[in-house]
């Protein structure tokens, strides 16, 4: 079964840095597009960040000059590293990757910025 599984969320103070994680189960290629979206309560579901095999690189406004988006050596993980975290992070962030025009969704990682 084809899925995406994210880890690497948590708590953590404001100021601090995680490291999320995300990895394709049952996908060793054919992920052209992988990135992270995040959706904070009663917000709609934002794109954080993207990267294509290209690669070009996207990021949200709010995103720029504190997280970096990364794909690993095996083609089928993505990471978000993510620094200067404020409480306007706090949010559910999930993978997302499109395999031969098909969206693929991970369940979510859990990030809370809290003192």
């Known amino acids: 079964q084809v899925q995406l599984v994210e880890s690497g969320g948590g708590l953590v103070q404001p100021g601090g840095s995680l490291n999320l994680s995300c990895v394709g189960s049952?996908?060793?290629?054919?992920?052209?597009?992988m990135a992270w979206y995040r959706e904070a309560p009663g917000k709609q579901r934002d794109l954080v960040a993207s990267?294509?095999?290209?690669?070009?690189?996207y990021y949200a406004d709010f995103a720029k000059d504190r997280f970096t988006i990364s794909r690993g050596p095996a083609q089928n993980t993505v990471h978000l590293q993510m620094n200067a975290l404020t409480s306007e992070d706090t949010a559910v962030y999930y993978c997302?990757?499109?395999?031969?025009?098909?969206?693929?969704w991970g369940q979510g990682t859990q990030v809370t910025v809290s003192p």
């Open positions: 997302y990757a499109i395999r031969s025009g098909a969206e693929i």
């Open positions: 049952g996908i060793t290629a054919d992920l052209y597009v």
């Open positions: 990267l294509t095999v290209d690669p070009d690189i």
